[in-house]
T-cell receptor, first 112, second 115 residues
């Protein structure tokens, strides 16, 4: 079946612009996670949804980062007033609620 | 919060030899330990995982061992092949009745298989 998909795959933004990154989880997966992966590093947890409820947003680096999943399926990660340090690959993962998380291909964000 | 340390950062082995990657974790409440393989520009893919009620798990050429007392776990790859070349990440999380939690990843090991 279809895996986790993300769009866009690449995004270039000028410093100060707002961006929105989309994640389509595997159908039926109740849990959805966002991670940030800097070049040469492991993914770092940002936030977690169970259905439409955001249960953990402890990893969001600042109040410029906002995530939503209004209908418990597709999720959007929004970054306001982007800065150069936001440049990274943003990964989305979903799971059935058991342990295994399946990752999407990521969105590579470059802030100029 | 949880902290996961991973060693080595780079590992080069001859094709056919074994490779071992080691990780330690800090939070004794962690009970789920997956390993992901990530090729350049690709998504992380789960290769094996282990839960805290198990000491060892094998899947063909891949095995993972867990020592809860010492809070460390290791990935073992035997009979390495060129397609094993990639970056490998260990991770840890707390699995509770409320559902899955976010993973804390190590910094990764770049495994290079020399022909």
């Amino acid at each position: 079946g279809a895996g986790v998909s993300q769009s866009p795959r690449y995004k270039v933004a000028k410093r100060g612009q707002d961006v929105a990154l989309r994640c389509d989880p595997i159908s039926g997966h109740v849990s959805l996670f966002w991670y940030q992966q800097a070049l040469g590093q492991g993914p770092e947890f940002l936030t977690y949804f169970q259905n439409e409820a955001q249960l953990d947003k402890s990893g969001l680096p600042s109040d410029r980062f906002f995530a939503e999943r209004p209908e418990g399926s597709v999720s959007t990660l929004k970054i306001q007033r982007t800065q150069q340090e936001d440049s990274a690959v943003y990964l989305c993962a979903s799971s059935t609620g058991t342990d295994t998380q399946y990752f999407g291909p990521g969105t590579r964000l470059t802030v100029l | 919060g949880e902290n996961v340390e991973q060693h080595p950062s780079t590992l080069s082995v001859q094709e056919g030899d074994s490779a071992v990657i080691k990780c330690t974790y800090s939070d004794s409440a962690s009970n789920y330990f997956p390993w992901y393989k990530q090729e350049l520009g690709k998504r992380p893919q789960l290769i094996i995982d282990i839960r805290s009620n198990v000491g060892e798990k094998k899947d063909q050429r891949i095995a993972v061992t867990l020592n809860k007392t010492a809070k460390h776990f290791s990935l073992h790859i035997t009979e390495t092949q060129p397609e094993d070349s990639a970056v490998y990440f260990c991770a840890a999380s707390i699995r509770s009745g409320g559902g899955a939690d976010g993973l804390t990843f190590g910094k990764g090991t770049h495994l290079i298989i020399q022909p």
